[in-house]
Structure formats: structure tokens, C-alpha cells
């Protein structure tokens, strides 16, 4: 299976700590991306890495890619009670002459007030 | 970026019937996506709609038991067919979005179908 797979698979913290999960995959990619979804319903698109890019910060998120050991980590600073959601990687392949689109297997984050 | 109206929300079926979803984009979209999210699992792709042509099915879904329709820029729809207890999922419609920080996607609310 070309699905990426997250762990840990089920997350819970206290309100305020920092939560990390991280991607791993098996295919080259062109970039690679991180979605919530809030209690089944569609998925929100979080941010987005490149290939070539190792950092990317965007508020109280950071992720990280490393495309040698083909892993990225998302880390949520400062966790809020709204954080409490499943979290997907989403890794974007060009190789084959088109887009093909595949997800992670989830890390489900429950953040206690 | 892109909106996308989902419908149903959620709907419960009997097995033998079949359920027809829509999505409504509030912008023209060359390709739309469909994918399936079974209980507590990640999300698999169906298959892929273009205007003007025949969706392309992923390995595992064919057209008799998903066909999809695509009528125009801003809408599809997906039909479950003969349903069984095993198509109990959420089904999910996607369009490719270019954000500030690239071309990621869009997502529908999601339909929620239990087949009974």
C-alpha cells in the first residue's frame, strides 16, 4: 500500500501542551500537506510543504519534512480545546504525468480544557 | 478559496437501493475528486471527474456500482448503487484549490450514508 501511515494513532494532552504527530510514506513526492477534520465531516487544509523545503511555520503550526527518511511531523504549539480533531497527511505525487493524492492513515488529537 | 455545497449531510438506506450526492462548487474547477472514508479510516480515492469525459476510477471501484456524472465546471455528482452494509461510509467530494501556500484542496462537508 502507497498510504501513509501517522502515529501515534490516538493523541489526548492537556490544554496548552504542544502536540506532535508524524507522516511517514514511500513514494517521491512533490510536496506534502497536513488536513483536520472536525468529527467526520470534510477535511480542512492546514498548510503545505514542498519537496525542497525542510521548515514551514504558519501560526501555532510547524511542520517538518525530511524527505531521506520520507517523514514529516506536524507540531500544534500551545494547544486549544477547538484542536481536538483527526489530522491527515496528505502526500502529492506529479511523477506519474498526473496528480495523484494520497493520505495517511490519521492521528486523532484530543485536547482536555 | 473554493467552496463546495455537499448533500446529503447524512442518510440512512436500505440495502438494494442506491443514493445520488451532490456537490456544487462556487467556482469553475477542471477536476473534481470523490473519495470514500470508512469508519475510523483514512480516505481513498474513487475516482476522478473532468468536464466533458468519463470519470477515471481508482483500482477497486468501477463505474456500475459508483457511476458519476459531471455535467458542467461546478457540479458532480456520485451515485452509490445496490447498496450494501459494506458502503456504510462518509463520502467525501474534493476540488484542487490554489491557497497562499500552494495548490491544495478543498473538501465537501461530507455525506454520511448508513445502508441497513
Known amino acids: 500500500s502507497q498510504q501513509g501511515e501517522e502515529d501515534p494513532q490516538a493523541l489526548s494532552i492537556q490544554e496548552g501542551e504542544n502536540a506532535t504527530m508524524n507522516c511517514s510514506y514511500k513514494?517521491?513526492?512533490?510536496?506534502l500537506q497536513w488536513y483536520r477534520q472536525n468529527s467526520g465531516r470534510g477535511l480542512v487544509h492546514l498548510i503545505l510543504?514542498?519537496?525542497?523545503?525542510r521548515e514551514k511555520h504558519s501560526g501555532r503550526l510547524r511542520v517538518t519534512l525530511d524527505t531521506s527518511k520520507k517523514s514529516s511531523s506536524l507540531l500544534i504549539t500551545a494547544s486549544r480545546a477547538a484542536d481536538t480533531a483527526s489530522y491527515f497527511c496528505?502526500?502529492?505525487?506529479?511523477?506519474?504525468?498526473?496528480?495523484?493524492?494520497?493520505f495517511g492513515t490519521g492521528t486523532k488529537l484530543q485536547v482536555i480544557p | 478559496s473554493a467552496v463546495i455545497s455537499q448533500k446529503p449531510s447524512r442518510d440512512i438506506c436500505q440495502r438494494g437501493t442506491s443514493l445520488t450526492i451532490q456537490c456544487q462548487v462556487d467556482?469553475?474547477?477542471?477536476?473534481m475528486f470523490w473519495y470514500r472514508q470508512q469508519p475510523g479510516q483514512s480516505l481513498t480515492l474513487i475516482a476522478t471527474?473532468?468536464?466533458?469525459?468519463?470519470?477515471?476510477?481508482e483500482s477497486g471501484f468501477v463505474i456500475d456500482k459508483f457511476p458519476i456524472s459531471r455535467p458542467n465546471l461546478t457540479f458532480s455528482t456520485l451515485t452509490v448503487s445496490n447498496m450494501s452494509p459494506e458502503d456504510s461510509s462518509i463520502y467525501l467530494c474534493?476540488?484542487?484549490?490554489?491557497?497562499?501556500?500552494?495548490?491544495?484542496?478543498?473538501f465537501g462537508s461530507g455525506t454520511r450514508l448508513t445502508v441497513v
Open positions: 471527474a473532468n468536464q466533458g469525459s468519463e470519470a477515471t476510477y
Open positions: 510543504i514542498r519537496s525542497n523545503e
Open positions: 474534493s476540488v484542487g484549490d490554489r491557497g497562499r501556500d500552494g495548490y491544495g484542496y478543498t
Open positions: 467556482s469553475q474547477v477542471t477536476m
Open positions: 496528505a502526500t502529492v505525487d506529479y511523477s506519474g504525468g498526473y496528480q495523484k493524492v494520497t
Open positions: 513514494t517521491s513526492i512533490n510536496n
